[in-house]
């Protein structure tokens, strides 16, 4: 599937390749992660595959993480970023919070007070809208092992910076097939 092997790709060619995130390589590498993609354009049916994937980790121990990508569905940054805020309201209600963690990334994903041509914006811009289910205790195993875990962020910020607009705009595009 396009949606698929697009982010597989991004997986490997930005988070892995410029170390977004430390942790994402092993997990990549070792088939932990599921790739799910949810073809819904309805709301009310996006937050009922989310629960459904979390139940899929309750029961599925071979999955390390999830990544929930939207093929249809928000490509507007505010509508994602609606959908996200009632996401991470389900998780509480279902009384995931604690168990599993949302990230969330965008195809025009912009932190708040960011100009949308920072390049940091990059750090969570994907081909698709979609949503990263985390374990909390694997991130908790990970985060123990790594030294200054809290400087990541910061680090992504000033990679990004340094590769510049355009490259991370190439990186993205190449994505695509």
Same mark, same amino acid.
């Given at each position: 599937?396009?949606?698929?092997?697009?982010?597989?790709?991004?997986?490997?060619?930005?988070?892995?390749? =410029?170390?977004?995130?430390? %942790?994402?390589?092993?997990?990549?590498?070792?088939?932990?992660?599921?790739?799910?993609?949810?073809?819904?354009?309805?709301?009310?049916?996006?937050?009922?595959?989310?629960? #459904?994937?979390?139940?899929? $980790?309750?029961?599925?121990?071979?999955?390390?993480?999830?990544?929930?990508?939207?093929?249809?569905?928000?490509?507007? %940054?505010? *509508?994602?970023?609606?959908? #996200?805020? $009632?996401?991470?309201?389900?998780?509480?209600?279902?009384?995931?919070?604690?168990?599993?963690? +949302?990230?969330? %990334? =965008?195809?025009? @994903?912009? %932190?708040?007070?960011?100009?949308?041509?920072?390049?940091?914006?990059?750090?969570? /811009?994907?081909?698709?809208?979609? $949503? =990263?289910?985390? /374990?909390?205790?694997?991130?908790? /195993? *990970?985060?123990?092992? @790594?030294?200054?875990?809290?400087?990541?962020?910061?680090?992504?910020?000033?990679?990004?910076?340094?590769?510049?607009?355009?490259?991370?705009?190439?990186? +993205? *595009? *190449?994505?695509?097939?």
């Amino acid at each position: 599937m396009k949606q698929i092997s697009e982010t597989k790709k991004w997986l490997e060619t930005v988070v892995i390749a =410029h170390n977004i995130c430390p %942790f994402a390589e092993r997990v990549f590498k070792n088939n932990g992660i599921r790739f799910a993609v949810e073809t819904a354009t309805e709301i009310e049916t996006c937050l009922l595959n989310l629960i #459904l994937e979390c139940e899929r $980790l309750d029961t599925d121990e071979s999955i390390e993480t999830t990544l929930l990508i939207y093929a249809n569905t928000f490509v507007d %940054f505010e *509508a994602y970023l609606d959908f #996200l805020e $009632l996401a991470q309201g389900l998780l509480e209600v279902q009384n995931y919070e604690g168990v599993y963690q +949302l990230a969330s %990334f =965008h195809p025009n @994903y912009c %932190f708040e007070g960011s100009a949308e041509n920072d390049a940091a914006n990059y750090t969570n /811009r994907s081909p698709y809208p979609m $949503l =990263h289910l985390l /374990r909390e205790s694997s991130l908790e /195993r *990970a985060l123990a092992n @790594y030294k200054n875990p809290e400087k990541i962020p910061d680090n992504n910020v000033k990679l990004t910076r340094e590769l510049g607009l355009e490259k991370m705009k190439q990186t +993205l *595009a *190449a994505c695509y097939e």
